[in-house]
């Protein structure tokens, strides 16, 4: 049967790199990433990946605490390339071709974001990260996501976290939430449902890009969701 989806781009938060710990980055949960992604990658599936940098540094956070916002911001993008670094190596030991991509130059360690070689990377089967988020303050890792996910033409946005899905409250908080498998944008923005934060989820739903959200640590499941058309998470469309 052939894939649903062709090109996809999968947004990991910095916050799930932290597994069990306080800080940092948990090895066992960047191997299993990138065992997710190899899988994916090797049913011929073009991916690219985008990572937040919340288990290291967050602009907003930074500026409660007295700090600069731009110079927090701009920390915080530093923070998503340590992170994309981190899962560009455990890729590469499971012997999966990559390319990092950054939004602000850094040439000694990642190529400058140029959209067309980006698309060209895909069509030779690598995956490509985007790092640096857009590479300006005031925005998120999700925006950089819904972004490139409509530059190169993405068939789809996956955010995986560590719920299984869109609920109409917190199912860490109230075990009463009710899950949605499929829900449409407009009722994600009447319901004041936090999928992403509005900029990223205005640009999805203006260019038309679905994003399916689902539990990333459960094993096999991006495989499930890109190849195998089951339906896990919740789907905006
Ligand atoms: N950031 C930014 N511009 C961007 C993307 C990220 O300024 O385009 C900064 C911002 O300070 C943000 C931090 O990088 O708080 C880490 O990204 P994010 O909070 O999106 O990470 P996540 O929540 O996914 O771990």
């Known amino acids: 049967m052939a894939n649903k989806y062709q090109r996809i781009l999968l947004k990991l938060s910095g916050e799930a790199l932290l597994g069990e710990q306080g800080h940092g980055i948990d090895a066992d949960i960047l191997d299993q990433y990138a065992e997710e992604i190899k899988a994916v990658q090797a049913e011929g599936i073009e991916v690219c990946v985008v990572i937040g940098g919340g288990n290291i540094f967050r602009g907003v956070k930074g500026a409660t605490a007295g700090m600069d916002r ?3 911001d701009y920390m915080g993008m530093l923070a998503t390339m340590i992170n994309s670094m981190a899962l560009q190596d455990a890729l590469e030991r499971k012997n999966v071709h ?6 602000i130059r850094m040439e000694e360690i990642a190529e400058p974001y140029i959209r067309r070689r980006a698309i060209r990377h895909l069509e030779k089967g690598r995956v490509v990260m985007f790092g640096a988020g ?3 303050p005031y925005f998120t890792t999700d925006t950089a996501a819904s972004l490139r996910a409509i530059e190169i033409e993405a068939d789809v946005i996956l955010k995986g976290t560590r719920v299984d899905g869109i609920y109409d409250s917190d199912p860490e908080k109230n075990k009463d939430a009710v899950k949605f498998d ?4 407009d009722e994600v923005l009447n319901k004041r449902l936090n999928v992403m ?3 990223a989820f205005t640009l999805c739903r203006d260019n038309k890009t679905p994003i ?3 539990n990333m640590n459960i094993k096999g499941n991006l495989k499930k969701v890109v190849c195998e058309n089951q339906s896990i998470g919740s789907t905006v469309v």
């Open 197 to 199: 934060d509005l900029t």
């Open 70 to 72: 731009v110079q927090g």
């Open 212 to 214: 399916i959200v689902f």
């Open 98 to 103: 990559t390319r990092l991509m950054s939004a």
């Open 134 to 136: 857009t590479g300006n």
């Open 182 to 185: 499929t829900i449409t944008g």
